[in-house]
C-alpha cells in the first residue's frame, strides 16, 4: 500500500464522516423548525382561544356596566322632568298670587303739591 493509497482512504472517511456530519447537521436543522413551528402554531391557537374567552368575557362585564348606565340616566332623566314640570306650574302659580296680591293693595301716586 502506498502513500497515495493511504492519503485516498483517509480523504474517502473524512469526507464520509464530514458529509453524513453535514446531512445530520442539516436534518437536524430542519427537523428542529418543523418542530418549533408546530409548537408556535400550538401556543398561538391557545393564547387565540384565551384571548376569544377574554374578549367575550369582556363584552357582557361592558354591556352590563352600560344597562346600569342607561338605567341611571333613564331614572335621572324622569326626576328631572318631573322636577321641572312640578316647578313650572309652581312659578306658574307664583305668577297667579302676585298678579292678585298686587290687585289688592291700592295704588298709590305720588303728588307734588304745587
Known sequence: MSGYDV???V???VLS???GGMIVFLLSGWLGRVWANRLMEEDRAKH???LEGLKTEFEAVNKKVQAELDKTVFV???QF???FNALSEIWAKVVDVRGTMIGLRPVFD???KE
Open 7 to 9: 492519503l485516498k482512504i
Open 11 to 13: 480523504s474517502t472517511v
Open 17 to 19: 464522516l464530514g458529509g
Open 48 to 50: 387565540a382561544r384565551a
Open 76 to 78: 335621572h332623566r324622569v
Open 81 to 83: 322632568e318631573t322636577e
Open 110 to 112: 305720588v303728588v307734588s
